[in-house]
DNA sequence: GCTTGACATGGAGTTAACTCCAAGTGTTAT
DNA sequence: ATAACACTTGGAGTTAACTCCATGTCAAGC
């Protein structure tokens, strides 16, 4: 696959897919004769993981660190568990702190809604 | 309340305490004779509101357009509900996204825990 | 009166994650 | 064979959200 067929199929810019292959995202990628990539299986498969884990705003610079990990052999998977489990546990984070801030905003939805607002904003704060 | 207080009560550097003021992100703190900020309860409850939101992720460009509509007056009530509106929308797929990322993880570190690692890599396209 | 220390301002610098650009090359269509 | 076009690279530019810095002011202690 040529990279703007990849660029299409995961609807990511070209630039980005260059750009993760340059700073070590994603292993690199085959070239045909000319030079161009040629994208097989495992490069498809390597771009659909890491554009999945960055939706989930996973680091860059932890990515990088799990693909080069990868790279190396098995000797490295206790490492690479440990950048998972430490990754893991800031999504938890990161999922209590949206919603406890889900909750608030309900709330004051319910107050625009409810027309209350006047006797409320002050006395209860809200904002 | 100084801006040092306050600063360790939201734990926020005092120039990002600041920054937010100048970029009205907050409304203006009041000031003493001298010029020095001089937070009051409201101050402080914009701070703390703030530091919710942002914690969740939202832009800050949406909350200054918030608080500026805020300190508009009520007629701006429907705009304000607007903004809430979409920002849940925007927290609710981001909850959505990192929940599947977290299956996928949770699922990859079963496998690296399991030591099965060399007969699915390659098949199951496991990165 | 002089020094110290916290705070003020405007503006420059930083970081992450792209995004764009100029100059060059290889394949394809006419 | 020449033009068009997708692609290449290295490097510069952009955006969001801070973070740092130089310079200046004011209040308090010696």
Redesign the pocket.
Known sequence: M????VSKKFDM????L??YE?IGLIPPVP???????DYDEDSCGWIEFIKCM?SAGL???ALIEYVKLFREGDDTIPARLEILLEQREILLEKIASINSTLERLDYKIEFYRSGKMRECENKLNLK
Chains 1, 2 share one sequence.
């Open positions: 040529t990279i703007s067929e810019s070209p630039d980005t260059r750009y340059r070239r045909n004769k000319g030079g161009l990539r960055r680091p860059i610079e």
